[in-house]
């Protein structure tokens, strides 16, 4: 049954990940070519994540957060997709339900309630509270598409609805629901008089003169929900509207994940929460660890863990590095609302992306590795990268998949150049290696491209990863098609529906 009434549809998704190196970006600063909206094409929601975005010394690391360089590089983000202009018309966000604002309290979580907001472009880590009393509207048109008569499935819809207002709401209104509300109900005869008494119904008169496009029955309008225009958010100077919106923005120490969507997709995002876990000195520092995120795009739950891992070349450093993916896999925690089944850890999910400085490292002499660099012998390379070998072990990230190695090891290089550092370098030398990586997992993700950007703001180049996600949609007139009986007989009090038209 459910096969029915949800569609599916692909969304692009930009990852990216920059190891900082503690430098906040300087005025003018081209990050267009990291983003990949050189050519004038953007993807629908963009997922960067930071490490070092500050220096990482003992008063960053044991004292109080610094936000600032975080704020500089919000602020070049928002300008970069501000000024980059689409090559083609702006694609159209259908959704079922109001969104989820995302709301803090002293933890970790971010709560979904209120109505449809961006966040406060000037104050990324504190999110604004909205009242309670906002209903979903999913539920509600579900509800009026079943002709039932009965009081007590009403009664039962109402409780349904007066769940689904509460600041921890799903968010996900499933047909599910409702439909076995019908099946519980006692149906009279007179709901069924003819094949044509659910297209009789007033309900599904108003559907029908409802937008053709499949995932919603609601126009889709970029309406001004939250008084930007007044407030000024969301806008450069000037009076030019972003077309992006910030959804996500926590750091921890020096780990730091904003996460973007266009405009019009922003009402489908839901479910918001963030989970962090430091796996650094004593193993809870957060010089080293992750920030993760949840949320539903349209139908489907989707989870982003921004890390960074130890770093070293010695054997030891490797095993140290994959204990790490475990305790971040076993510590991050999604807590969700009492007895709605919201995903609680990372797999729960149903497509994940893993990126950032993983710093696996390339098993090669330092020599050997600098001689295929020159000649551009990536496959030689990745060869011996120990991320590669560790996926093809199953030892880490089994299951996971990356795209190929084509381009040049991000790490390590003299800062303001092109080149990789050397012996005469304060610290000595380093093998080169991509420590810079981009994974996923689950069914529904195509990877468009992958590769590397030439800022050298920083001892590490910029990686970044394109893909198409699928996502499941729900589809209003799908679910009327299937509720539409082409037959129905009454017998001692049962319903029989021999047929449905779909």
């Not at 990324?124 to 309670?132: A, L, Q, R």
């Not at 009402?267 to 876990?277: E, H, L, M, P, W």
């Not at 994940?352 to 600098?370: A, C, E």
Request: glycine share 10%; aromatic share 8%; proline share 6%.
């Amino acid at each position: 049954m459910r096969a029915q009434y949800i569609s599916t549809k692909e969304l692009r998704i930009c990852i990216g990940t920059y190891n900082a190196a503690g430098i906040e970006p300087p005025e003018g600063l081209d990050i267009a070519e990291w983003l990949g909206t050189t050519g004038g094409e953007q993807a629908d929601m963009y997922v960067l994540g930071f490490q070092e975005v500050v220096p990482l010394n003992a008063g960053n690391v044991l004292g109080a957060e610094d936000v600032r360089p975080a704020l500089a590089w919000e602020a070049l983000i928002r300008d970069t997709l501000t000024r980059t202009q689409p090559s083609c018309s702006r694609p159209k966000y259908r959704y079922r339900s109001h969104p989820a604002t995302p709301t803090r309290d002293g933890s970790d979580e971010l709560f979904p309630g209120g109505t449809d907001t961006e966040t406060d472009d000037d104050a990324p880590f504190s999110f604004p509270v909205y009242p309670e009393e906002y209903v979903a509207a999913t539920p509600r048109m579900l509800g009026a598409m079943v002709d039932i008569e009965d009081e007590q499935p009403r009664a039962q819809q109402r409780a349904l609805l007066k769940t689904m207002s509460k600041t921890d709401r799903i968010g996900l209104a499933w047909p599910e629901q409702p439909l076995d509300l019908m099946a519980t109900a006692s149906l009279s005869s007179a709901s069924f008089k003819s094949p044509r008494s659910f297209g009789a119904h007033r309900s599904f008169m108003k559907s029908r003169a409802a937008a053709d496009d499949c995932p919603a029955m609601v126009p889709d309008l970029d309406l001004d929900l939250d008084g930007e225009a007044a407030r000024g958010h969301g806008k450069k100077k000037g009076g030019v509207r972003s077309p992006f919106v910030r959804i996500v923005s926590k750091q921890m120490v020096g780990v730091f994940l904003t996460i973007w969507v266009r405009r019009g997709l922003r009402r489908c995002v839901q479910n918001i929460k963030v989970s962090t876990v430091g796996v650094g000195a004593m193993g809870y520092i957060g010089n080293k660890g992750s920030v993760s995120a949840s949320m539903s795009i349209y139908q489907t739950m989707f989870c982003f863990v921004c890390t960074h891992l130890s770093a070293g070349e010695r054997p030891g450093n490797l095993l140290k590095r994959n204990a790490d993916v475990q305790e971040i896999h076993r510590r991050t925690r999604f807590a969700g609302p009492g007895g709605l089944e919201l995903p609680r850890d990372i797999y729960d999910h149903e497509r994940i992306f893993w990126l950032g400085d993983l710093n696996y490292r390339i098993d090669v002499p330092y020599d050997r590795t600098h001689g295929l660099i020159a000649a551009m012998d990536w496959p030689q390379l990745a060869e011996k990268d120990q991320l590669k070998r560790e996926l093809r072990k199953g030892r880490a990230f089994e299951g996971w998949s990356e795209g190929v190695l084509e381009f040049a090891p991000t790490y390590k290089y003299e800062i303001g150049t092109g080149k990789y550092i050397g012996d005469d370098q304060k610290g000595g030398r380093r093998t080169p290696a991509w420590c810079d990586r981009v994974l996923s997992f689950g069914k529904g993700v195509r990877l468009l491209g992958y590769g590397r950007s030439e800022l050298t703001l920083s001892d590490h180049k910029p990686v970044t990863a394109t893909y198409a996600a699928e996502v499941e949609v729900f589809c209003g007139r799908k679910l009327q098609r299937a509720l539409t009986l082409t037959d129905a007989e009454v017998e001692s009090g049962d319903v029989v529906v021999p047929d449905l038209e779909f």
